[in-house]
């Protein structure tokens, strides 16, 4: 089987730390997926203009163009292919948050292998799960653009961050139905272990918040959340 087609996707890791990058090639092959790697970010966006890779594992410290760039560039082409960051210092990973670069995860460096696989399934899994919805939903006066990562209270525009968006985004692509507290940390955050449960109350309370009157989420006591249209119109 060739080293770039496998029945999970291919995944491009753009990764100049020689070492580094096989260890990654190892472990995604050995997970079932396709790999392929390149050592700088010009290189880097030119396979993910060419091989239009299922996801990109991406390496902030890059000789020229650096990891946030290549992104940004991503970006500005409105392609939205998943990007898991691979940092090595922590003002790196605030650099990737404050940017809101639309990145979906991070890793910080040293990482172990089988958690970067772990979250590149859960990258692929809530990217697949958005790709197969339309590209805006609307619940009450609330509107949810999943193309732009955009949502809408009114006309008024409302400033979510990464999870924030991921939650409301999971809650109304299912109008009606109550998800438990641990059903949404494994769908929305993507590996349980390390979320608590409040971890879903605060954010639900910063969506509320944010969003006011017109906000969908109900709250099923003792289990979970909903979102639908009658919570937002009372
Ligand atoms: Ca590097």
């Known amino acids: 089987m060739p080293s770039d087609a496998s029945a999970r996707g291919l995944i491009l890791v753009v990764e100049d730390d020689h070492a580094i ?16 790697i ?19 594992i991406l390496d902030v410290g890059l000789p ?35 940017l809101e670069l639309g990145a979906d995860d991070y890793v910080t460096k040293p990482f172990s292998p089988r958690e970067l696989v772990a979250r590149v399934g859960s990258v692929l899994r809530r990217s697949q799960g958005i790709a197969d919805a339309p590209p ?42 109550v998800f438990s507290r641990e059903h949404l940390i494994s769908e929305v955050w993507g590996y349980s272990a ?24 109900r709250t099923v006591r003792g289990f979970g959340y909903a979102a639908d249209e009658r919570t937002a119109a009372r």
Not at 158 to 170: K, M, N, P, Q, Y
């Open 194 to 217: 390390l979320a608590g449960n409040r971890t879903v109350d605060v954010h639900v309370a910063q969506l509320r918040a944010k969003l006011g009157a017109a906000s969908p989420i």
């Open 38 to 56: 390149e050592h700088d970010g010009a290189a880097g966006l030119d396979a993910i203009r060419r091989l239009k890779p299922a996801a990109v």
């Open 136 to 177: 805006a939903l609307t619940l009450g006066s609330v509107r949810v653009d999943l193309g732009e990562r955009r949502v809408f209270a009114g006309d008024l525009e409302v400033a979510l961050t990464a999870t924030e968006f991921d939650l409301l985004a999971f809650l109304i692509r299912r109008p009606g139905r």
């Open 21 to 36: 990058a096989d260890v990654i090639r190892m472990n995604l092959a050995s997970a079932g997926y396709g790999v392929h």
């Open 64 to 98: 020229g163009l650096d990891g946030v760039e290549v992104c940004r560039l991503m970006r500005a082409n409105h392609d939205w292919t998943p990007v898991l960051f691979v940092t090595a210092r922590d003002d790196e990973v605030d650099r990737i948050v404050g």
